[in-house]
């Protein structure tokens, strides 16, 4: 049976070209961008998340203190009413929002922007829990309560408004996707997110205990809300501290109590409380010892993240002075002695100051095939774009050879290259100033010296010939060492011939190149040679074989 032939009792229905297969595909993902979809990524997501978090700033930080510290006259009496019912008509807007917004598949990774789909999921997961904390419960509850008697009307249309309203702080179990999108979109450091994070938990926790324990105070004797005020030094810590320890004023502001109250939670959280505010009652004995359980074990955590956090915050730092302390220990296992051991210690310095400390094939081999070709040519655009030899090959080439590139470093007086060794590589300069000479041996056969052929710099290339010229062998024609600092990049030759075999117009470059180099370097050679005995014939004469 022939090659490629197909029996009609076995051939599969025939597969559309490749072209037409990319046009049908094109034309299905316009045709599902439904009219009126919200993409994750588009500009007005961007805008809506930052109203978002802005929207949960607000519930966390100004819904537990009028909560706590605004009678229910109080409150419908201020601009406060505003701003709830603007907070409200926006989270609404945010649920018909979210029934409009693509999102990712977490098991394809597909955007998926079908409307029913969309609403669907919606439906299924976040939109009770957006519902409950919308709607203005406090209001619903105040007119089904209207027709009590005003003498049974206040005490439960306060606690109803109180804990109505707070449960409007459940929003903030929201914010980690938030917080995860804002990353992503803004490319802010995961490391400052975490340490915010946890310092904007310590002072939430601290707001909470606050508006908490003053709320708690006045459940009982709440002169503000529904007129009661015995003076009763014992009927809850308010009054003991106003009539008793003479340390609150009924003529204190709202944001007096407030810092008063924020001071008390403080000093509970860091376990040094300083005995201003006692708890009188029951309820407020059992709320204190509670805080104090949450607030210190939060602030010992926090403390603890945090400080890990910071420490961590500069990878890169860490992993160099980690990969010294690793060289340290090594050396001195080994016993070298302290001229090769500051020799080596300089070295390692330098290639650590230059090369990325990351594992770099691992994150690049986790990557998909595009991510990682978009990362290696935004890597030859910063990084290799200025060599001489990637400037007139094609990108593709530039690309696959760029991957398989080896960083190498040489200290001055490094030797790169030995002539009459073998070849197996050739190197490109990234940094640097390089000395290509010819030894000179004695009669003896001890060095006679050596002769300065050309020096080499940034953007240079070598070795490439004995790779490349059939006649040298694949033997170095040449030495090469560093006269300062340098630093190179390797290119294997198995590599290089593979890259070669799929561009024949670079390796017709490259052949032109070395055969180039090949004559300049012989011409180099004899010119210096010849310098040299016109110099001191009598001596080189004498000494070279």
């Given amino acids: ?26 034309t299905t993902r316009r045709d599902t961008k439904a009219r009126g979809i919200i993409y994750p990524h588009s500009s007005f997501q961007r805008l809506w998340s930052v109203v978002n978090l802005a929207l949960v700033a607000y519930i966390c930080a100004c819904v537990p203190y ?72 406090d209001t619903i509850f105040n007119q089904l309560d209207a027709t009590q008697s005003r003498a049974t009307q206040y005490p439960r249309i306060l606690r109803v408004f109180r804990l109505t309203r707070i449960a409007k702080v459940l929003r903030v179990l929201r914010i980690q996707s938030l917080i995860d999108f ?39 004797n709440d002169q503000y809300a529904a007129g009661l005020h015995s003076g009763d030094p014992t009927s809850s810590w308010i009054a003991y501290a106003t009539f008793t320890k003479k340390i609150w004023k009924l003529s204190y502001t709202k944001p007096e109590m407030y810092t008063s109250t924020l001071y008390f939670a403080f000093t509970m959280m860091a376990t040094v409380g300083f005995g201003d505010f006692t708890p009188i009652t029951i309820n407020e004995r059992i709320y204190t010892m509670f805080g104090m359980v949450l607030s210190a074990g939060t602030y010992a955590f926090m403390i603890a993240s945090v ?38 210690r300089r070295y390692y310095r330098y290639f650590l100051q230059h090369k990325t400390v990351y594992d ?12 990682r070709e978009e990362i290696t040519e935004h890597y030859i655009h910063i990084t290799i774009k200025n060599i001489a030899f990637f400037q007139d090959v094609p990108k593709g080439f530039t690309a696959f050879i760029a991957i398989h590139l080896k960083p190498l470093f040489l200290s001055p007086q490094s030797i790169a290259l030995k002539m009459g060794d073998d070849a197996s590589e050739m190197f490109i300069v990234a940094r640097g100033i390089l000395q ?10 001890s060095s006679a010296g050596d002769i ?58 490259l052949m032109r190149d070395a055969l180039q180099r090949k004559i300049l370097l012989t011409n180099l050679r004899s010119a210096k040679i010849s310098n040299l005995l016109t110099s001191s014939p009598s001596t080189c004469l004498s000494q070279i074989k």
């Fill in 1 to 26: 049976m022939g090659a490629g032939k197909v029996h009609p009792s076995t051939s599969c229905p025939a597969l559309p070209a490749r072209s037409s297969w990319r046009r049908s595909w094109s």
């Fill in 66 to 137: 009028v909560s706590s510290f605004y009678s229910l006259a109080e409150y419908q009496a201020s601009d406060w009413v505003l701003y709830d019912a603007i907070s409200d008509a926006l989270y609404g807007v945010d649920i018909l929002i979210r029934f409009r917004t693509a999102y990712v598949d977490p098991k394809t990774g597909d955007v998926v922007a079908e409307p029913k789909r969309i609403a669907t999921r919606y439906l299924r997961g976040w939109f009770g829990f957006d519902l409950c904390t919308t709607l203005p419960w």
């Fill in 182 to 220: 804002c990353e992503d979109q803004f490319n802010i450091n995961r490391n400052y997110i975490v340490v915010s994070k946890l310092l904007l938990s310590i002072v939430l926790v601290a707001h909470f205990t606050a508006c908490g324990f003053y709320a708690l105070g006045t459940m009982v």
């Fill in 307 to 344: 400080s890990s956090s910071v420490a961590s915050m500069n990878v890169t730092k860490n992993r160099y002075f980690e990969r010294l302390n690793e060289l340290n220990a090594y050396m001195e296992s080994r016993e070298l002695p302290p001229p090769l051991v500051l020799r080596t």
């Fill in 360 to 371: 770099e094939s691992r994150i690049l081999g986790d990557l998909s095939t595009t991510l």
């Fill in 436 to 445: 290509v000479y010819e030894p000179l041996v004695a009669k003896d056969g």
């Fill in 452 to 509: 300065e052929i050309s020096l080499l710099s940034d953007g240079d290339h070598f070795g490439e010939m004995a790779l490349l010229l059939e006649e040298q062998q694949n033997l170095r024609s040449a030495s090469v060492r560093a006269k300062i600092y340098c630093e190179l990049h390797a290119l294997d030759y198995k590599k290089l011939q593979i890259g070669l075999a799929r561009y024949p117009s670079v390796m017709d470059k």
